[in-house]
């Protein structure tokens, strides 16, 4: 295995480690309600309370790897990681857990984010958007697979087996990190760190249109994506009458459908663009979530399938491709710019999880107009990008 792909396994696996944690214990939450004595409805503060602090923490992670270089953040931030995981592991009450929660979120929020900076730091134009794909690819992968996972853990182990195995996760990719990559911002590079510095440089970046336009883009998809995911065990089991591993199934397919896009989508951008490509990805998505709205009512399988895997595929090209464009300006402000764009993503994803139980409407009704407007917007923002890049590719 080469140096290169040894380096984008190890940013996957970074990325893709918070979602993993996360999405893993979705299958898990009823029985975990009991083992703990909580209601079932104030498990949510295990995914809200995790939401909340990763978004928040990678605004502060992003400055300080600026600042004081990445590894450190990234190596500090897998150990706290590792010590959550295990207090989750042995929570006793619902405090216990909502606490481990938080300290899995604080730690991993640093991996997350400085995946994004490590592939700024050490690529360019479409290697960047190559190596950009492979990691939205994994972080769009782990929510696909991992509830499955996790229904297979919790009927042959129970619960508590799933955060020892993210536990064991973060401590192999600091191990691999340790091991296998050198500090990636050079000093030379790094950043003085105040807190006026700071506000300034993400009030610069958010009045920047080449960032925000399409990291908003970008987010909105992302957004829709989890309100898929929210909406998914509602529509499938309670509508159509499939079991929990079936919908596992379901989420570990329509991975392909991402990882494809994902995939072809620096080489579509190399030859066209990423901006117009991107576009193409949203017009692909928009129509999902409109045959969602459009068949809601007697819908099927095959026609859920179609519409999701349509988003989906829009979705798989805008995300690296949205990614690269948004970070390639500001190579001087990497951790600075992924860790906004994070937070916008995690944001994001927030409002539209819970727009999904808010809206009082039938949840496949809501999932379609969730999807189309995230789409349409996202669509909006690489129309409205900068007219002078547009011909550039990533």
């Known amino acids: 295995m080469s140096t290169s792909t040894r380096t984008l396994l190890l940013l996957s696996g970074l990325a893709a480690v918070g979602t993993l944690s996360t999405t893993i214990i ?3 939450l009823p029985a975990m309600a009991v083992s703990l004595n909580a209601a079932p409805a104030d498990m949510a503060l295990t995914l809200s309370s995790f939401f909340l602090v990763f978004a928040v923490g990678q605004l502060l992670v992003g400055p300080l790897s600026d600042r004081y270089g990445r590894r450190p953040l990234i190596l500090g931030g897998l150990t706290l990681f590792v010590l959550g995981s295990l207090l989750g592991a042995g929570a006793s009450d619902l405090n216990s857990m909502v606490a481990a929660r938080v300290i899995q979120a604080a730690g991993v929020c640093a991996a997350s984010v400085l995946a994004r900076a490590i592939a700024r730091d050490l690529y360019d134009g479409q290697a960047l958007a190559k190596a950009l794909a492979f990691i939205m690819v994994a972080m769009a992968a782990a929510p696909g697979f991992s509830p499955l996972l996790g229904s297979l853990i919790d009927s042959q182990l129970g619960w508590r087996a799933s955060f020892l195995l993210v536990a064991g996760v973060g401590a192999a990719l600091a191990a691999g990190y340790l091991l296998a990559m050198a500090e990636s911002h050079a000093p030379s590079a790094r950043l003085k760190l105040s807190v006026g510095v700071i506000s300034k440089g993400y ?26 995911f929210a909406s998914a065990p509602v529509i499938m089991i309670r509508g159509m009458g499939y079991s929990g591993i079936q919908l596992g199934l379901f989420f570990a397919a329509t991975v392909f459908v991402v990882f494809s896009a994902g995939m072809l989508a620096p080489k579509l951008a ?24 459009l068949f809601y009512q007697n819908q099927d399988l095959i026609l859920f399938s179609l519409a999701i895997c349509l988003f989906l595929a829009g979705m798989g090209v805008i995300n690296p491709l949205g990614t690269a464009v948004t970070l390639q300006p500001f190579g001087e402000q990497a951790g600075l710019a992924s860790s906004l764009l994070g937070f916008l993503q995690m944001a994001i994803a927030a409002i539209g999880t819970g727009l999904v139980s808010a ?6 009704l809501t999932l379609g107009l969730l999807l189309s407007a995230t789409a349409f917007c996202s669509l909006a923002g690489f129309f409205l990008y900068p007219s002078n890049t547009l011909r550039q590719p990533a």
């Open 359 to 364: 809206i009082a409407l039938p949840p496949a």
């Open 26 to 28: 979705l299958p898990s």
């Open 270 to 293: 190399q030859r066209w663009g990423a901006v117009q490509v991107a576009l193409a990805g949203g017009a692909v998505a928009l129509v999902g979530g409109i045959l969602q709205v």
């Open 203 to 228: 009030l610069q970046l958010l009045g920047d249109r080449r960032f925000a336009l399409p990291a908003l883009a970008v987010s909105l998809v992302i957004g829709g994506l989890y309100a898929f």
